[in-house]
């Protein structure tokens, strides 16, 4: 089946321009990661949606990061005024509940979105 | 805090040369470990579970096992199809649905 869904999978953009990244998950799954990767980094944690729960904004660096989840289906992770060290892999990531939950609850990857700040 | 720290950060075998790769965690609470394969350009791709000390699951060459401080990923006979960067990832029990991941192993597996 369809698995999630990220796009663009490219992006270059000019310091201060805002940039908006998506994120289809799989279908069905209620909860719904964003991870950022920097080369040699590990995954860092940006923000976590739950079904209708309030999510999880603690990992997001500055204000100027938002993100939405409309309809609990697709995500959209906004970066205004954009700088240099935003630049980076985002990652989307979906699972059917939480992790831990119950055993068949891993996360699901999309391929991700690589921006680049000029 | 979570801490996860994966070693070797960068491992090179030769084709059939079996060895090991070292998740080492800090959590409060295990409710599970994670690993997962990431081919460059890609997403991170599950592999296995752990959820309790002495665990033990098996895929093809790979063979994860986990105890109360570490967890490893035993590649035997390794081939270059399996040259990609591994990450180990643990999730917190509590409230917290958050998993924290390493910043993996890189391998790389000659002919």
């Known amino acids: 089946g369809a698995g999630v869904s990220q796009s663009p999978s490219n992006k270059v953009t000019e310091k201060g321009k805002d940039v908006e990244l998506r994120c289809d998950p799989i279908?069905?799954?209620?909860?719904l990661y964003w991870y950022r990767q920097s080369l040699g980094q590990g995954l860092e944690f940006l923000i976590y949606?739950?079904?209708?729960?309030?999510?999880?904004k603690s990992g997001l660096p500055s204000d100027r990061f938002s993100a939405e989840r409309t309809g609990g289906s697709v995500s959209t992770l906004t970066i205004q005024r954009t700088q240099q060290e935003d630049s980076a892999v985002y990652l989307c990531?979906?699972?059917?509940?939480?992790?831990?939950?119950?055993?068949?609850?891993?996360?699901?990857f999309g391929n991700g979105t690589r921006l680049t700040v000029t | 805090e979570d801490q996860v720290t994966q070693s070797p950060e960068a491992l090179r075998l030769q084709e059939g040369e079996s060895s090991s790769l070292n998740c080492s965690y800090t959590?409060?609470?295990?409710?599970?470990l994670f690993w997962y394969r990431q081919d460059p350009g890609k997403g991170p791709e599950f592999l296995f579970t752990?959820?309790?000390a002495g665990e033990e699951k098996e895929k093809e060459r790979l063979k994860a096992t986990l105890t109360k401080k570490e967890s490893f990923l035993h590649i035997t006979a390794p081939k270059p199809e399996d040259s990609a960067t591994y990450l180990c990832?643990?999730?917190?029990?509590?409230?917290?649905?958050?998993?924290?991941f390493g910043r993996g192993t890189s391998l790389i597996v000659h002919p």
């Open positions: 990531a979906s699972s059917l509940d939480p992790p831990g939950r119950t055993y068949n609850s891993p996360l699901h």
């Open positions: 959590v409060s609470g295990l409710r599970g």
């Open positions: 752990l959820y309790s």
């Open positions: 949606f739950q079904g209708n729960s309030a999510p999880d």
């Open positions: 990832a643990v999730q917190p029990g509590g409230g917290s649905y958050i998993p924290t």
């Open positions: 279908s069905g799954h209620t909860a």
